[in-house]
C-alpha cells in the first residue's frame, strides 16, 4: 500500500462552512439521534457552522424536498446526511440524492467502502454511500451509524479544510455553478 501524506498549509487561514446534517429514519428522533449528533460534533470540531439540522423518513419525496431546499438556501454549502443507504426496500436516501445530483462525486463512495473495509470487511458491500454537487452544494449520503458517519468524516473532513493540499473541495465552491452563469 503506498502512504499518502497530504499536508495542511498553515499559511492560509482555516475557512469555514455551512452544513447542514440530515438523519434518514422511520424511527429516530432527537433523543435517539445517535448518528446526527455525531456528525454535529465532528462539523464543529473541525471548526464549521452546523446551519441546520433536521430528521426526515425514509421517503424520496420527503428527502428530495429537503435536500432541495437547503440547495437553495445559499447559506448552506454542505449537505451530510446519515441513514437509508442500505439495500432494504425502506433504504431511498441514495436514489434521493441521485435524483437532485447535477454531478455524481462517484470517487467518495468509492474510498468511503475502501475505508469500510479495512474496518468491517466485506459488510462494506451493503453501503451505498454516496456525494455530489448540486446548485453549487456539496451533498454526502452516509449510512446511518455513528462508525459510519466517523469513516465518511475520515474523507469529507480533510476535503472541507481549505489547507488540505494538494486540493480540496472549498477552494471549488467559486466555480460550482459556472455553468448557471447567465448567457451575454
Known amino acids: 500500500m503506498i502512504a499518502v501524506s497530504p499536508t495542511i498549509d498553515e499559511k492560509r487561514p482555516f475557512l469555514p462552512v455551512n452544513i447542514a446534517i440530515l438523519t434518514v429514519s422511520d424511527t429516530r428522533d432527537?433523543?435517539?439521534?445517535?448518528?446526527?449528533?455525531?456528525l454535529v460534533e465532528l462539523?464543529?470540531?473541525?471548526?464549521?457552522?452546523?446551519?441546520?439540522?433536521?430528521?426526515v423518513k425514509d421517503e424520496t419525496s420527503e428527502i428530495v424536498a429537503m435536500l432541495n431546499a437547503w440547495i437553495a438556501d445559499p447559506?448552506?454549502?454542505?449537505?451530510?446526511?446519515?441513514?437509508?443507504?442500505?439495500v432494504t426496500g425502506r433504504?431511498?436516501?441514495?436514489?434521493?440524492?441521485?435524483?437532485?445530483?447535477?454531478?455524481?462525486?462517484?470517487?467518495?463512495?468509492?474510498?468511503?467502502?475502501?475505508?469500510?473495509?479495512?474496518?468491517i470487511g466485506t459488510s462494506t458491500i451493503q453501503s451505498r454511500a454516496t456525494a455530489g454537487v448540486a446548485g453549487g452544494t456539496y451533498l454526502f449520503a452516509?449510512?446511518?451509524?455513528?462508525g459510519a458517519c466517523r469513516d465518511g468524516w475520515?474523507?469529507?473532513?480533510p476535503q472541507l479544510d481549505?489547507?488540505?493540499?494538494?486540493?480540496n473541495l472549498v477552494e471549488l465552491m467559486p466555480r460550482l455553478k459556472e455553468h448557471m452563469a447567465p448567457v451575454r
Open 43 to 55: 462539523a464543529t470540531k473541525a471548526g464549521h457552522r452546523v446551519a441546520a439540522k433536521r430528521i
Open 75 to 86: 447559506s448552506i454549502d454542505v449537505v451530510i446526511s446519515t441513514g437509508g443507504t442500505g
Open 154 to 157: 475520515e474523507v469529507i473532513g
Open 142 to 146: 452516509l449510512p446511518g451509524s455513528p
Open 91 to 119: 433504504d431511498v436516501t441514495t436514489e434521493a440524492f441521485q435524483a437532485v445530483y447535477e454531478k455524481e462525486i462517484t470517487g467518495f463512495g468509492e474510498l468511503f467502502r475502501w475505508l469500510s473495509y479495512q474496518k
Open 162 to 167: 481549505n489547507r488540505h493540499r494538494p486540493c
Open 30 to 38: 432527537e433523543a435517539s439521534d445517535t448518528s446526527g449528533r455525531t
